[in-house]
């Protein structure tokens, strides 16, 4: 299965500022998607994240506050801009892998806090 | 519209047997997923079935019916360390996996 690491793993941050979270994974994979889970929610899906071209976000998110880069299939960063204590959450990068019959496989997570 | 349901919190016995269900609703049906998440840590995959049947993996196995949109993961010999909650996740026509609350599963010895 592919290997996918995210960084930081934690932060706390003040509101009004930008974190990015970085997603590297061992092989090389069409798709990657972002993640949020709000404490004892489910799983919400920010956005595809597509090589060469501007990430496909659902609805409810938007660019400005969620950029996103993908510059190449094994790397894509998340910006979470201008943070509220409402964004607090857990950040999961995800992955599409090929090889196993489209298993989505996840980051370890990155755990923002901001006060 | 789409929709999962999951019972929220199941308990059970250590050495004992649990079967966690799960109705899906979906526009279009490309196979259902079933994750298990600890407390703080990401999703890890568990099974993924496509067709009907029962799918068995060491002591989890999964089932699926299409017709009836149903699905249950069934946990054999339970341990501690399967204290988690256990997300099932359709996937629908646009191939992206259909996420709830999932069932919280709670291991007592």
């Known amino acids: 299965s592919a290997v996918i690491s995210q960084k930081p793993s934690r932060d706390i941050c003040q509101r009004g500022t930008s974190l990015t979270i970085q997603c590297q994974v061992d092989?090389?994979?069409?798709?990657m998607f972002w993640y949020r889970q709000q404490p004892g929610q489910s799983l919400t899906l920010i956005a595809t994240?597509?090589?060469?071209?501007?990430?496909?976000?659902e609805s409810g998110f938007v660019i400005d506050k969620f950029p996103i880069s993908r510059p190449n299939l094994t790397f894509s960063t998340l910006t979470v801009s201008n943070m509220s204590p409402e964004d607090s959450s857990i950040y999961l990068c995800?992955?599409?892998?090929?090889?196993?019959?489209?298993?989505?496989?996840f980051g370890p997570g990155t755990r923002l806090l901001v006060l | 519209g789409q929709n999962i349901d999951q019972p929220t919190e199941m308990t059970a016995t250590e050495g004992a047997i649990v079967q966690i269900n799960c109705t899906y609703q979906?526009?279009?049906?490309?196979?259902l997923f079933w994750y298990q998440q600890h407390a703080g840590e990401a999703p890890t995959f568990l099974s993924y079935?496509?067709l009907d049947g029962l799918e068995e993996k060491g002591r989890f196995s999964s089932f699926l019916s299409r017709s009836k949109g149903y699905s249950y993961l069934l946990l054999k010999e339970l341990q501690m360390k399967d204290s988690a909650s256990y997300l099932c996740?359709?996937?629908?026509?646009?191939?992206?996996?259909?996420w709830g609350a999932g069932t919280k599963l709670i291991i007592k010895p």
């Open positions: 994240a597509n090589q060469g071209s501007e990430a496909t976000y």
């Open positions: 079935n496509v």
């Open positions: 995800s992955v599409l892998d090929d090889r196993e019959g489209k298993t989505q496989y």
């Open positions: 996740a359709p996937v629908d026509s646009n191939y992206q996996l259909i």
């Open positions: 092989s090389q994979v069409t798709m």
């Open positions: 979906t526009s279009g049906f490309n196979g």
